[in-house]
């Protein structure tokens, strides 16, 4: 029997690039699509403990019109070469387009992490999902994983909180056992 890996899951907008600026919703274009350098840190950090790396966003303008499958696709491209030349791993990204709330992937629901776990190996339990929405932490509690919101706002939900990216790499650095192999 194959043994479950532990991942660390994180969301895109605000954790993995920098969101949308000046009242735009969306990031809608690659050349728009800045990586955070805490989050190259904080990657490296789970990559040297022996977690797997996920992100798991929700990105509805696909399906509203306001972002163009292939923009979405150059985007993440994009991030796949910034981590190859910085020799990080990342074993997946989860999109949900759908703008349906119901949908079983659009977080706060766990169907992007649920599946991410089926197809992967993933043992949830030892898992950690980060973001910077209470949906983002939702979706990992329900998926039985430990959650830590990047913010100020107080959202009681979160296993963890930690008040922005730059605090991120410390406490992941306090808190990830490393994986023994």
């Not at 509203?64 to 190859?84: N, P």
């Not at 990342?90 to 776990?117: E, M, Q, S, Y």
């Not at 089926?118 to 998926?143: F, Q, T, Y």
């Not at 430990?146 to 808190?175: I, K, N, Q």
Request: aromatic residues 6%.
């Amino acid at each position: 029997m194959q043994q479950l890996k532990p991942c660390v899951f994180f969301d895109r907008d605000g954790i993995v690039n920098i969101p949308p600026q000046g009242g735009a919703r969306y990031i809608e274009r690659p050349e728009d699509f800045t990586v955070i350098p805490e989050f190259l840190d904080a990657l490296r950090l789970v990559n040297e403990r022996g977690y797997e790396a996920v992100i798991a966003t929700n990105q509805k303008g696909v399906s509203t019109g306001r972002i163009r499958e292939e923009a979405l696709i150059a985007m993440h491209a994009k991030l796949y070469e910034i981590l190859i030349e910085r020799q990080l791993r990342l074993l997946d990204i989860r999109v949900a387009t759908t703008a349906d709330d119901a949908h079983p992937t659009r977080k706060p629901n766990p169907g992007l992490l649920l599946g991410a776990a089926a197809d992967h190996g993933l043992d949830l339990a030892c898992s950690w999902m980060i973001g910077d929405n209470a949906s983002d932490v939702e979706a990992g509690r329900r998926a039985g994983c430990r959650t830590v919101y990047v913010g100020t706002r107080v959202v009681p939900e979160a296993s963890f909180s930690v008040p922005d990216m730059a605090a991120l790499v410390p406490f992941l650095r306090a808190h990830l056992v490393p994986v023994r192999g």
